[in-house]
């Protein structure tokens, strides 16, 4: 029985520092063989100029170069048709929208085993449209002066931008966690609720059980007997775990 043959990809590495392009030509050289470099570039107008002959599969590409940001360079193009992994130094906001856009980045200097997981998940959603998820972080990074109100969850078959005060509450299972949303549908995505929790808490979410974060303005009442738990509006019942009670009524006080 013949074997089916394996997918190659085409890669372009676009950012201003000639070592961070030899560290990521080396490691792809090392751990990605089924990567091919397809051409390079130092910054925005020499990447814009490569991107309009050449067609890459996947694109590493730095977010602030000398003559502009990664975002200058995308604003040139008609379409985003290839997957992008952005490169950045270590910058708090930044990394905090690359999580509410559910993109994947890579902080220099870059990780080898960093870059194989970028990979690893590149291989294997490299067919979903993510061009939603570029105008989210896009507008993120330059409005973050404004309150976070859109999430990009990143399923199995799509990715969907939802809105944070329609997500009455998130439920774990495992590595996955699902999204209980304000018209009934639900979205399974498969990142653990810390990392959600870590993202939402500052939106009006509560972590009240380890396998329930809730968004606050959907609680209707706590119920302290047969072992405490939450009724929501939607009627949903949610467990309070023994360690949380205190904290829960503490929050629950404070609204």
Known sequence: MMQSKKENYKAIIIDDNEQARNTIKQDLAEYAEDIEIIGEAEGVVAGAKLLKNKQPDILFLDIQMQDGSG???LDLLPSIPFKIIFITASDAHAIKAFRYAA???LLKPIDPDELEQALKKFRSTSKLNEAPKYELLNDRLKNHDRPNERLALHSQDKIQ???IAEIIRCESSGNYTTFFMANGTQVSVTKTLKDYEDLLVDAGFFRVHQSHLVNVKYIQEYVKVEGGHLVLKD???????????AEVVKMLDGL
């Open 71 to 73: 975002f200058d360079l």
């Open 103 to 105: 993109i994947d980045y």
């Open 235 to 245: 009627r949903t019942i949610i467990p309070v775990s023994v360690r949380k009670k």
């Open 161 to 163: 931008i939802v809105a």
